[in-house]
């Protein structure tokens, strides 16, 4: 139940790795036959990448993984841009792969606002429209957050940005493979993905670039990935990413739905069972996948490390923050106060879940609750 740190491979996405870690282990670079089918793969997983996106496969650089590709995008961007400006516009609740670039950057002499979001966590787009100046070069807002779930105003961002001649990147790690998120739709120029989070292995993502965009490189070599991104190519994990896109495009239709009947119902009976209890983010428009509650005057670690002990695993606040004792950013820009932020459990559904497993969550969720609260002096 914590899908929104990462998802178990997919065994189908295992088989297709296989091969390239054996016999066809070639360079993608060499010319001779090893060479040309491990590039072969490569051209392949370039093609069905593009193709859940609806982008051409020159349109997608290969990257170790979400955090490298929105550093790409970002810092790609700025350092490209540097002469027509030097102003960024992020929201205060992206992933710190976002929040930390720019504020590398703001510390190398760009200046970036941070709009705010409601409490629901969507982010005005008229806020980002205010914030565009004529120095702006680069809007950056995530699809779907990965504490809450809530799914942005892409489209409309976009519109604005463009009118503005003013670029867009989205990172779409937690949204690809639940949502709809083909380039037509959403307008952006540039978008970042994960495999881990998608049943794909770890440590291999992309970044999708407008083909008439030029981004400056961060990692300089022998020119891979259309001069944008060098060093051999990881082919295994490639080959498992491109399979964990193929196979979620495939699906998206039936697992949304399926994710959406899961989600809906661990919400219903989670405040049907517990007495004050919230549920942080938008009700609508969120990923199908999540369930962000908060529990009034109790630990989400205590209930976290008791559900562990339950054979279940939930995190608390998002996996990359969680062992730092700060309160989420997230849910701290949703006006949340600190002791109820404290009592935060995100649970991120899977397509392996079922609803047994869901009644088998709640019902030990109510228990412990309970007894977190017997011992509970804010209770
Ligand atoms: C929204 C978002 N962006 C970026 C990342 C980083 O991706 P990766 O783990 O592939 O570096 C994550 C991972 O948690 C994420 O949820």
Do not use: W
């Not at 072969?40 to 093609?47: G, T, V």
């Not at 955090?67 to 030097?86: Q, R, V």
């Not at 519109?159 to 952006?188: F, P």
């Amino acid at each position: 139940m914590d899908h929104g740190a990462t998802t178990r491979p997919d065994p189908e996405v295992i088989s297709a790795m296989l091969p390239y870690f054996n016999d066809l282990f070639g360079n993608a670079s060499s010319l001779h036959t090893f060479g040309r089918e491990a590039k072969d793969a490569l051209n392949r997983s370039h093609e069905k990448v593009a193709r859940l996106l609806g982008a051409g496969p020159e349109e997608i650089i290969f990257t170790s993984g979400g955090t490298e590709s929105d550093n790409l995008a970002i810092k790609g961007i700025a350092y490209l841009k540097k002469n027509k400006g030097k102003h960024i516009i992020a929201s205060v609740i992206e992933h710190p792969a976002v929040l930390n670039t720019c504020m590398y950057l703001e510390e190398a002499g760009y200046r970036v606002t941070y709009i705010p979001v409601d409490e629901m966590g969507l982010v005005n787009p008229g806020d980002v429209e205010a914030a565009i100046t004529d120095d702006t070069i680069l809007i950056s807002i995530m699809h779907a957050n990965n504490e809450i779930g809530t799914i942005q105003p892409i489209s409309e961002i976009s519109r604005i940005a463009h009118e503005r001649d003013v670029l867009v990147h989205t990172d779409a790690v937690q949204s690809i493979g639940k949502i709809s998120t083909t380039i037509a739709e959403l307008g952006v120029d540039l978008l970042s993905i994960s495999a881990h989070k998608i049943h794909g292995p770890k440590g291999v993502g992309a970044l999708y670039v407008n083909k008439g965009i030029k981004l400056e490189s961060l990692v300089h070599g022998g020119g891979h990935e259309m001069g944008k991104r060098s060093g051999t190519e990881n082919i295994p994990g490639i080959v498992g990413l491109a399979k964990a896109i193929e196979l979620s495009e495939q699906r998206l239709d039936k697992d949304a739905r399926y994710l959406t009947g899961l989600r809906d119902t661990m919400i219903s009976k989670i405040t049907n069972g517990i007495s004050n209890c919230y549920l942080s983010g938008h009700p609508t428009k969120r990923l199908p996948n999540n369930v962000n509650m908060r529990f009034s005057f109790v630990e989400g670690e205590s209930i976290m490390l008791m559900l562990d002990t339950k054979g279940v695993a939930v995190s608390t606040g998002s996996a990359c923050s969680s062992g730092s004792l700060e309160p989420s950013h997230v849910l701290t820009a949703l006006n949340i106060p600190p002791v109820e932020i404290h009592g935060n459990l995100r649970i991120t559904l899977g397509r392996e879940n079922t609803m047994e497993e869901v009644d088998y969550v709640v019902e030990n969720l109510v228990e412990i609750v309970d007894k977190l609260r017997a011992i509970s002096p804010l209770a």
